[in-house]
């Protein structure tokens, strides 16, 4: 039986490189001396989480249950235990600081964490539903850890161990670990759901004993846009054109009489969509397909904004169901019957979902041929005509890339004209930008006045996002919690997807997906777009146009 | 607004002052007479009239500001200043040369003011003295129990290693340190070790204070004599990240040496290869001890974890609050409190000139 803190030294040397050779070298060493009987578990904690993706289970432990057990084994208060974690960025590490050494403590230490014991008690917080049930665990978890242990258990349990190594690093570490081809792990990977099953049977040497197993998240081969009208020419050698729709894209996993729904975050959806689980559940057959739910209006897909109010909801009630409709487009069949078409080309699997369509029970996304330019030019405005976001250009000879962004699918949405707005508060980002003001709030003028119309995340790149932390430290106004408001100086350019109405934002206006173009260090605040402006391109987006205007 | 902040010591709107002697400690705005604790930017403003300072502290602010007119008074340590039947004296603080912390007594009682300050030694700096003091006014930059740093000895060797290191393998180490200070010692270290070092300007022209304290760095050459080869290392200020100085050297290794280095997000912030926690400043466990060796009636805090430090003071059973003045909120503004890496660590350093 192998230490968990074999694991944590594994995964605090992984973190502690940023080469991502060494990384798989840690991860592989750790892997490489557990027993059977634990490399299972043993690499799936290496992932972050002891669940396979097949069982969509959570361990559920938020900040109060995992602060209050903090404080009860380091004899701090939850005021410094916050703030230890705020002023440290990370709880994992910020705990792990706060625990006192073996030597220090002054009961003595239990039997030394195994792997087997980690796996087993953060499992069993999966079936806890009581707070306080789930605080003796992770107090008993954190009584029996190291400092080092307790990093990596508090980071497990706050949902990311942040040490660089994504689940490819993993699947590349256990191809290393035990002689196996990387693209065999991957695919087993994909496969059974399970990281640890993938990684013993790699070591067994039986990675092609993995059948495709149903009803775990599957990565979704995601497309690279298009930006510029040029490139359109070049990408006319992609051979099908598809419809870009406005809607949740899914994976639909159907055998017998079950269904299940799984979105672009792997979280399983269906209960949101009941009438597409009964309509899937009624085509005969074991299949899994790749497609988009959208609102549906008579004989058209209907806008992302009405989706939106059928998003997040368990159960949605019968009224709404009845209100706002949804429906299942499939573009992409990936497994049927008990065979796994990834593989295969895009034309085989377009013969496999066009059979499958035939029972009905989804809808089927039509493909369009285009010979030069002008005809892509008119499939994307009749694409725009119907509703949709614009097109998709697929290759037909290529495989189904699951968890891969590449140029055998490309997207092409042209952007709504761009507005000129100034930042009106900041906040710190997430993730790799911790610590970073990179979260924008921004505004049109309304008149003299400045209103906010939406918040933006990304675009620009880290240099300037430090250059102009610094500034809207010096301009900032004043502070709500992690939010700084700033006097309106920073002239930003943003481009989105489209444009609603919303009483969320003073200016009456919402951007849909907003992103920050660049910065207008040529342009003043009063010279910034306006409401009547948006106004404008909003009534353009109404009259079913592109929104290209001015 | 005037709030008594310890016995003989006032909190204006300007900053901390003494009415006995006419003075204001560390003012961020020219003052008819200053008392400074040490040289770094943020304590050590530009034109002031009359400055009170040790004769370390005075030397590093006439290199940083060569056009400075004024009269300085140097003060020994431990000498007995007289005003209006209150007396003041300087005592080692540690933190870099020069450092001194401020002790006022007379009719009131008496404050320690601690500036900046280490009671841990450094190849540059003896420990903090800590005289008895009925009200200890003592920063808290690193005033929350996870910021507990392993022995500055461990650390050195771990950078000498990590440098030495970087050279067998044909790379530049860099090492991110403070222009003022951190500087100095790492590169002291590094010289005993026998590893050359090429040093930031804003490092190199203070090394005349140095070498007047008595230091050598004869293995030492400034940056514009020319770039780093493989086997020597680069000392520059952490603000340096991000500049041709550092990004035209391909084959680097970077060791980023701050309190700060505790926090693992710090490996992104510098693109840091080694993370060295070595400080300036007083640790969590150096503030307790320090304040149980001084064994004030009353704690005031200030700078960094003021707040969280008042509150683990007085659950310890201290009277313990934190200060507010009016300086200390326009410094506290100016610093960067949500990612105080690059600077809250004496990190006053201009713009980088190579």
Known sequence: MSAYRELARGLDSAASTRSRLAKVASLAAALRPLEDSELAAGARLLSGSPFAEWEQAVMSVGWATLSKSAASITGWDIETIGASARAIGDAGEAIGLLLPSAVERSEPVTSPLEIRDVDERLRELATKRRAADKQAIVED???????????????????????????????????????????????????????????????????????????????FMLASPIDNPEEIESELSLDVVEDKFDGIRAHAHKSGSRVALFSRTLDDVTAQFPEIALALAAVPGQFLLDGEIVAWKEDRVDSFFRLQRRLGRKAPAVELLAEIPV????????????????????????????????????????????????????????????????????????????????????????ALATLDVVV??????????????????????????????????????????????????????????????????????????TIQKSRRHKSGFALRFPRIVRLREDKKAAEIDTVGRVEEIWESVQGGGTGKIG | MTDTAAPHLFSREEGLFLPAFQAWIDPPAPAPRAILSHGHADHAAAGHGEIWASPETLSIYRIRHPEWRGTARALAWEENVAGEGVGLALHRAGHILGAAQIRVEGP???????????????????????????????????????????????????LVAECRRAGEEGAVAIVLAYALGKSQDAVLALTEAGIPTVLHGAAWKILPAYEEAGFSFPLSRPYASGPAQAGEVLVVPPNCIRTPVVRKIRKRRILYLSGWAMREASRAEFDADVLLPISDHADFDELLAHVSDVAPAGIRTHHGYARDLARILSRGGRKAEPLSEGGERAREDAEDTDMPAPKRDGGQEAEPEP
């Open chain 1, 424 to 497: 009106t508060a900041v906040e710190q980002g997430n993730g790799k930008r911790a610590g970073m003001l990179s979260d924008y709030t921004f505004a049109v003028r309304d008149g003299d006045r400045f209103v906010n119309i939406g918040k933006a995340y990304t675009g620009l790149t880290d240099e300037e996002i430090r250059r102009l932390g610094a500034r809207f430290r010096k301009i900032t106004v004043g502070r709500y919690g992690p939010v700084r408001a700033v006097s309106p100086e920073v002239v930003i350019e943003v481009a989105f997807d």
């Open chain 1, 327 to 414: 429906a299942f487009i499939a573009y992409d069949c990936l497994v049927t019957g008990d065979t796994p078409l990834f593989e295969r080309s895009w034309s085989e699997r377009r013969g496999e979902l066009e059979r499958l369509a035939a029972a009905g029970g989804f809808r089927l996304s039509a493909v369009h041929r285009a010979a030069d330019a002008a005809a892509l030019e008119s499939l994307f405005r009749s694409a725009r005509e119907r509703g949709n976001e614009g097109l998709m250009l697929k290759r037909e000879d290529s495989p189904y890339l699951a968890g891969k962004r590449g140029r055998a699918w490309r997207k092409w949405k042209k």
């Open chain 2, 108 to 158: 009131e009682g008496s404050t320690l003011y601690t500036g900046d300050f280490r009671r841990s030694e450094s190849r540059t700096t003896r420990p903090a003295a800590a005289p008895r003091a009925d009200v200890l006014v003592m920063e808290s930059t690193f005033g929350l129990p996870v910021f507990r740093f392993p022995p500055r000895s461990e650390s050195e060797a771990r």
């Open chain 1, 141 to 219: 978890l954190l009584r029996r850890s190291s400092p080092l242990e307790a990093r990596y258990v508090v980071k497990t349990l706050s949902g990311g161990l942040r040490v660089g190594a994504e689940l490819a690093t993993i699947e590349e570490a256990i191809a290393e670990a035990f002689g196996a081809d990387r693209e065999s792990v991957a695919r087993a990977h994909r496969d059974c759901g399970d990281i640890g099953e993938t990684a013993l049977a790699a070591r067994r040497g039986s990675l092609d004993a993995i059948r495709f197993r149903m009803f775990h998240p599957v990565g």
